[in-house]
Structure formats: structure tokens, C-alpha cells
């Protein structure tokens, strides 16, 4: 049934890589200002169903609403600027730059112009003050400002963590895409990113994130949504999705 504020409508997405489907989603709805959890086994398509939505691929078929916009064939960089966004692991040539290198391209990336003129050439001035102040209150958030003018390959796999989220925060997202944000991290780290995750969700952002750890996705989620093999096979309450079969299913079957 339809929520009663979804920000985000998907409708008959599907994307077909070769042979295989690797989304086949033929509704789903995403609460404003709410935590959803996307569960589901390795190469269930939570990643592709992302980049969907973000712009970064292109479904074979189906639509995407977001804040009651229908984004069709809109760019990554306009998606971005509408206010929907999803993070990225540090990639090794982005380990290469500073923090605040990381932070800055993360915003003007957002901002669709090009990357390499964007830092070799004037108008950079102006927009780079107003990035920095950013970038800068974001590092201080997330407990990176003492590492801002280091190399992004010197921080530590937690600390990467933090910076893949505060990268994708540059745009101040209505609704940001997390994959995997905790993945690998150890447990004082994850508490801390969870508070982090939290945190968004009280100044009204909506989040939906990828996560394996159930107990980790039974503490903060609002609501669970399920992948199986391109498809949402459940959804619902941590509590009621907990005790569903095919969810145990989706993970015995992995
Ligand atoms: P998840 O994030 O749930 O682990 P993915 O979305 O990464 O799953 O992948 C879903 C399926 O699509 C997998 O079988 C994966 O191998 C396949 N896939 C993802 N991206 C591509 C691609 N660019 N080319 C071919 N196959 C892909
Ligand atoms: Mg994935």
C-alpha cells in the first residue's frame, strides 16, 4: 500500500546485465524522514538498485519518483542537486588526495561541473570558500578534521568509513543511499556510525542503507526491505521482518 509520505516511488525497475536480472523491482517505497534497511544476500542487487535510483545506471525499464519528481533520464549530478544522493567507497586514486581534496570534489562532483577544470581554474574561488566552510563543518562531525590535509590512503579502514559518508553529505541530501557503511568496521566504530546514521534521521533526512548485520539493522531501522535475486520478496517492520521465513529463506539460500 502507499506510504503516507514516501519521498522516494520506484515502479518496474528492472536491469538486466547479459543474461541476468539483477533488479526486478516492481514497486517500492521509501518513508520520508525514516531509516530503511535493505537486506538481502550477496548479488541481490541492492547496489545496482542504488545506482538506479541515483543515476549512475540506467534500468531497463521503470520509473523513480523522488519528492514527487519524476526523474526519467535525469543525470547523476541533477539527481544529486534535487537532493538524492549515494556513497561510495574511497576508490585508490581518490586516496591519493587530501580529506578535504575528498570532500570538495565530493561537492562539486554533485555539482555536475567538471572535476579537473573545477580545480585548476578560477571560478573555483569563490565556490571553494563556500565548500571549504562545508567540508570543513562535515570533517568536525565526523572526527576527521584533524586528518583534513592528510592523504586519504593514510586513514584507517573506520576513519574511511566516516569519510564515505561525510563525502556523500557534501550536497546536504534530502535522501542518502548508504552501502554497506559499517561493513568491516569493528564495533565501537559501528556504534559510533550508527549514531551517525541516527543523527541524520533527527535533523529529517532520509536514509536507506545496505547492511548484513541483523542486529545491527534491528536497532536503528524503521523499516526492512528485502532483496532476493533482483527482487523485494518482504518488507516490513525489524520486528515483524524478523520472524519472516522468507527472510531466513533469502539468507539460508546465500
Ligand atoms: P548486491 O549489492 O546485493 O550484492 P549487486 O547489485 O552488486 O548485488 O549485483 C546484483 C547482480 O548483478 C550480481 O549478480 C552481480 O554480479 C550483477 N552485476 C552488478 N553489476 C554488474 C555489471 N556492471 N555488469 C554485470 N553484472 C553486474
Ligand atoms: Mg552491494
Redesign the pocket.
Known sequence: GAKDDAILVVDGMR?V??G????DVDHLEVSRGKITA?I????????????LITGF?RPDSGTTVFDGRTLGRTRTHKIARLGLVRSFQLTRALSRLTVLENMLLAGQDQRGENILLGLLTFPWQAQEAELTERADALLQRFKLDHMRDQRAGTLSGGQRKLLDMARALMSDPKLVCL??PMAGVNPALTQSLLGHVQALRDEGKTVIF?EHDIDVVMEISDWVVV?AS?RVVAEGTPQTISRDHRVIEAYLGE
Not at 541476468?20 to 533488479?23: I, Q
Not at 538481502?40 to 545506482?51: C, E, I, Q, V
Open positions: 536491469r546485465f547479459g541476468l536480472t539483477a533488479v535493505l538481502g544476500p550477496n548479488g541481490a542487487g541492492k547496489s545496482t538498485l542504488f545506482n545506471d552501502d554497506e545496505v532483496m533482483g
